[in-house]
């Protein structure tokens, strides 16, 4: 079956924009996390949701950053008034909760540069 | 203190030799371990799970739980050059739906 799908793979935006980042994951999982990786660094939680609801948002870095879920499906990480540190790769994973075995899935994440 | 520590590296080995990597964690109640490689510019793969004290083995990689002293290891016997890349250590608290917390990866590469 499908991966994790992420879109746009690549966005180039001026600073001060808003951005859209999405994130398909696995039919069937329920829990989704986003993550922050800037080069050369390692992952920075942002968020996770288990359903529509996000238990710990406790990675969001201000205000400008929201996440949202709808259908227990596909996400959506809207970063407000971009920012040239908000430069990063984003990713997205997603994982069958409930079991110990289950690890989490990564998309190929969305690359962003804001100019 | 942070949840998850690794060695950041870079570990350099050569070619055939057995590559070990570290990771250590704080929370004693800490049930899934996962190991994952992750390539420059690629997203992070995973490399194997464990959550039962002692070894077990995957091919060439070796995971081993030590939760009396709170480490995971992964060791990759054999090395090829093929498996330089960073390698992440995650571990799930509870074992359910809860936030991971990763390392900050160890850089390996593996000389010809």
């Known amino acids: 079956g499908a991966g994790v799908s992420q879109s746009p793979s690549n966005k180039v935006t001026e600073k001060g924009k808003d951005v859209e980042l999405r994130c398909d994951p696995i039919?069937?999982?329920?829990?989704l996390y986003w993550y922050r990786q800037s080069l050369g660094q390692g992952l920075e939680f942002l968020i996770y949701?288990?359903?529509?609801?996000?238990?710990?948002k406790s990675g969001l870095p201000s205000d400008r950053f929201s996440a949202e879920r709808t259908g227990g499906s596909v996400s959506t990480l809207t970063i407000q008034r971009t920012q040239q540190e908000d430069s990063a790769v984003y990713l997205c994973?997603?994982?069958?909760?409930?079991?110990?075995?289950?690890?989490?899935?990564f998309g190929d994440g969305t690359r962003l540069s804001i100019l | 203190q942070k949840e998850v520590e690794q060695n950041s590296g870079p570990l350099s080995v050569p070619e055939g030799a057995i590559a070990s990597l570290n990771c250590t964690y704080s929370?004693?109640?800490?049930?899934?371990f996962f190991w994952y490689r992750q390539y420059s510019g690629k997203s992070p793969e995973l490399i194997m799970f464990?959550?039962?004290?002692g070894d077990k083995e995957d091919g060439r990689f070796t995971a081993q739980l030590n939760k009396a002293s709170q480490y995971v290891s992964l060791l990759i016997r054999d090395s090829q050059p093929s498996d330089s890349a960073t390698y992440l250590c995650?571990?799930?608290?509870?074992?359910?739906?809860?936030?991971?917390?990763f390392g900050t990866g160890t850089s390996l590469t593996v000389i010809p």
């Open positions: 949701f288990q359903g529509n609801s996000a238990p710990d």
């Open positions: 929370d004693r109640g800490s049930q899934s």
């Open positions: 039919s069937g999982h329920t829990a």
């Open positions: 994973a997603s994982r069958i909760p409930g079991r110990p075995n289950q690890p989490q899935h």
């Open positions: 464990i959550y039962s004290n």
């Open positions: 995650a571990v799930n608290p509870r074992g359910t739906g809860n936030q991971f917390y």
